[in-house]
Nanobody, 124 residues
Framework: QVQLVESGGGSVQAGGSLRLSCAAS????????MGWFRQAPGKEREGVAA???????AYADSVKGRFTISQDNAKNTLYLQMNSLKPEDTAMYYC??????????????????WGQGTQVTVSS
């Protein structure tokens, strides 16, 4: 059973930084796709960034140049480094995984496994 546990959320002022982590367990596929999504109150969940087992990445236009997705395969951990945070980045952030596929698509329907989320709040 694939399990994803996020951590690292919190409250910061605009311009600040946070690093989110997602500890993954329960699968040993050589190919996979992992991603970060976020959902603000009253809005739909949206894709933020994705990375595949080859290290290829994809980002939403709204976070390009500010957020960086990375992974530590030895620790089975996914990261999201968020810099230059803006109030509009405030949301619940979710980690997602799709084992067995190496070509990522940054849409909710692509991912089968989800974490519980970690809250990020950016104040102006």
């Amino acid at each position: 059973q694939v399990q994803l546990v996020e951590s690292g959320g919190g409250s910061v002022q605009a311009g600040g930084s946070l690093r989110l982590s997602c500890a993954a367990s329960g699968y040993t596929y050589s190919s996979y796709c992992m991603g970060w999504f976020r959902q603000a109150p009253g809005k739909e969940r949206e894709g933020v960034a994705a990375i595949d087992s080859d290290g290829s990445t994809a980002y939403a236009d709204s976070v390009k140049g500010r957020f960086t997705i990375s992974q530590d395969n030895a620790k089975n951990t996914l990261y999201l480094q968020m810099n230059s945070l803006k109030p509009e980045d405030t949301a619940m952030y979710y980690c997602a995984a799709e084992p067995g596929i190496s070509l990522c698509v940054l849409t909710m329907s692509f991912f089968a496994y989800w974490g519980q989320g970690t809250q990020v709040t950016v104040s102006s």
